[in-house]
């Protein structure tokens, strides 16, 4: 079966990356591992660029690094939204005072994205199978419709521990994401592009 997957970067980072040591995780040889019996024609990974942290000023550097492993793998595409960060007020957990200004961070555009493409490579007929990893219940609708209006499979890989409730409602294959799968699905230390050898980030 012809499988497009469609990957929520962040989900998937914050669901089962981090703090651990799978970070440099070979997206291509995960699918394969996952799904057996499919032809992956085509990986989409969704995220956002990263800015530096007073605490972690090496964090954008990490991410450049990956997403250039990333692109060595011929059947995959990066698809990128946006971090937006603005001082907003609001209400303090100890009061007083009532309130305090905090900077708030919002990744943009990676679900909607996501959406998107899962919608137009289905109306377009790009595959037979469509598998997302991500367990965030916001794709229930794109999900639901790709399933029961276009008659497609919809397989969700999922990175968390706990599938989300609102996911499950569908209907729809659920395939958990485990340690031993994410172990035995690492690129090479170092890695080659056209620009020359880069190597895994240090700590990863």
């Known amino acids: ?5 469609y990957v929520d970067g962040f989900n998937l980072y914050y669901g089962c990356l981090k703090g651990t040591s799978y970070k440099w995780l070979d997206l291509s040889h995960l699918c394969k591992l996952l799904l057996p019996q499919s032809t992956i024609a085509q ?6 660029l990263v800015k530096a942290r007073p605490t972690d000023p090496q964090q954008p550097v990490r991410q450049q690094t990956y997403l250039r492993a990333l692109n060595t ?3 995959l595409s990066i698809h990128l939204g946006a971090f937006l960060s603005h001082t907003v007020r609001m209400a303090s957990a100890n009061p007083p005072p009532a309130t305090v200004e905090v900077i708030k961070t919002e990744e943009k555009g990676s679900d909607v994205n996501l959406a998107s493409w899962l919608l137009i ?7 037979d199978v469509a598998a997302i990893i991500t367990n965030d219940s916001d794709l229930k609708l794109p999900i639901d419709y790709v399933i029961n209006t276009l008659n497609k499979p919809v397989y969700i ?3 968390q521990k706990r599938p989300s409730q609102e996911l499950l409602k569908i209907k729809s294959k659920f395939i958990q994401i ?5 172990q035995s699905s690492q690129f090479p230390t170092s890695l080659a592009d056209s ?3 880069f190597h895994k980030p240090l700590g990863w």
Do not use: C, E
Not at 121 to 127: L, P
């Open 121 to 127: 490579d289905a109306f377009t007929h790009q595959f």
């Open 43 to 48: 990986i989409r990974y969704f995220t956002a």
């Open 195 to 197: 620009i020359g050898t």
């Open 1 to 5: 079966m012809k499988t497009y997957v």
């Open 73 to 75: 793998l011929p059947n």
């Open 157 to 159: 890989l999922n990175p």
């Open 178 to 182: 485990r340690a031993g799968v994410l």
